[in-house]
């Protein structure tokens, strides 16, 4: 079933991550799949641009269906795919609007974290200051504490909707493992430490893995200090 589908994706990015887990969790292995480079400036092809005129990672066709934003990958294999593998979207009206409040969130927890540790990469040399870094340390590690906060309100266990794995997981796990691979201390953020490790050991998790973290599991240590 999964033969009509291809992904063109990066290794370590968050977005490509959350459509890799959905496919995971739907049952979807099989599909044609093709690791491009960032470095080597690969998503801006012409065989990315064919399917995603963006020039971005992910780009992900279904067919003659392109689906290439994360978010709406994701919902897009949940309801095409609604009685196939794990249900991702809860019944309870409670956590469905969890579910949802928690995924839209984590797109400006996903920013914060990338003004952050792609600092160097988004600003040119002439441009940055240590001031604007330094503010956006402050502003990521608000963001962080806030999630702290919502985990420990939740209890030991608890996925980000509730006690279910849900679509907020597969789009916002992505970003809470970048957070450790890049020196996170888990020592100060104890229920986000709890929850990567639980998520970490999911079988969709592991089974689409940054390739590249395997190869080098050490990270890098951005954030130890926040």
């Not at 996925?159 to 916002?172: C, E, I, N, Q, R």
């Not at 890049?182 to 999911?202: I, N, T, V």
Request: net charge negative.
């Amino acid at each position: 079933m999964a033969t009509d589908m291809t992904l063109l994706w990066g290794s370590g990015s968050p977005p490509c991550w959350r459509v890799m887990i959905a496919l995971e969790e739907k049952n979807l292995q099989g599909y044609n799949h093709k690791l491009l480079s960032f470095e080597k400036m690969e998503h801006k092809s012409q065989e990315v641009l064919d399917i995603n005129p963006r020039g971005q990672l992910p780009s992900f066709k279904h067919g003659d269906v392109a689906v290439n934003e994360s978010y709406a990958a994701c919902f897009y294999l949940e309801s095409q795919f609604k009685s196939q593998g794990n249900k991702l979207i809860p019944d309870s009206p409670a956590e469905q609007a969890l579910m949802y409040q928690r995924m839209f969130e984590g797109l400006t927890f996903y920013e914060k974290l990338n003004a952050v540790i792609y600092y160097n990469w988004f600003i040119p040399e002439g441009e940055r200051h240590d001031s604007a870094l330094q503010r956006n340390k402050e502003s990521l590690a608000t963001e962080i504490k806030l999630w702290e906060g919502y985990l420990q309100k939740l209890g030991s266990g608890a996925h980000l909707a509730g006690p279910s794995f849900s679509l907020a997981d597969v789009t916002v796990f992505p970003t809470v493992a970048t957070l450790f691979r890049f020196g996170l201390s888990a020592e100060c953020y104890p229920h986000l430490g709890e929850y990567y490790a639980l998520l970490k050991e999911r079988p969709s998790v592991k089974a689409s893995w940054p390739p590249h973290w395997l190869e080098n599991p050490k990270g890098q240590d951005t954030l130890k200090d926040i």
